[in-house]
Nanobody, 119 residues
Framework: QVQLVESGGGLVQAGGSLRLSCAAS????????MGWYRQTPGKQRELVAL???????NDADSVKGRFTISRDSAKNTVYLQMNSLKPEDTAVYYC?????????????WGQGTQVTVSS
């Protein structure tokens, strides 16, 4: 099992910045990717950014150039630096971890943290 604890959400004006953090504990030795998804009411959860255990990062087109994902392996923590925030970035942001369980992967989710960007 993997436990994920998020922090860093809040209310910010458009153009501002926030940094989200997510600390993993438990069976962290087999985590092969961590990242962030977001969800707004009535919509599917969407990928924001993901970083694999070899350091490869991918992010959504909507956040390219504004958001940066990073990972501190020593602290088992992933960060999402969000700059130039827009009202459309308002959502609940969920930390995600993918653990290798042999022939398949298992997904874990944090409890979610609200990010609200005012215009």
């Amino acid at each position: 099992q993997v436990q994920l604890v998020e922090s860093g959400g809040g209310l910010v004006q458009a153009g501002g910045s926030l940094r989200l953090s997510c600390a993993a504990s438990g069976s962290i030795f087999s985590i092969n990717a961590m990242g962030w998804y977001r969800q707004t009411p009535g919509k599917q959860r969407e990928l924001v950014a993901l970083v694999t255990s070899d350091g490869t990062a991918n992010d959504a087109d909507s956040v390219k150039g504004r958001f940066t994902i990073s990972r501190d392996s020593a602290k088992n923590t992933v960060y999402l630096q969000m700059n130039s925030l827009k009202p459309e970035d308002t959502a609940v942001y969920y930390c995600y971890a993918r653990r290798n369980a042999g022939s398949f992967n298992v997904a874990y989710w944090g409890q979610g943290t609200q990010v609200t960007v005012s215009s």
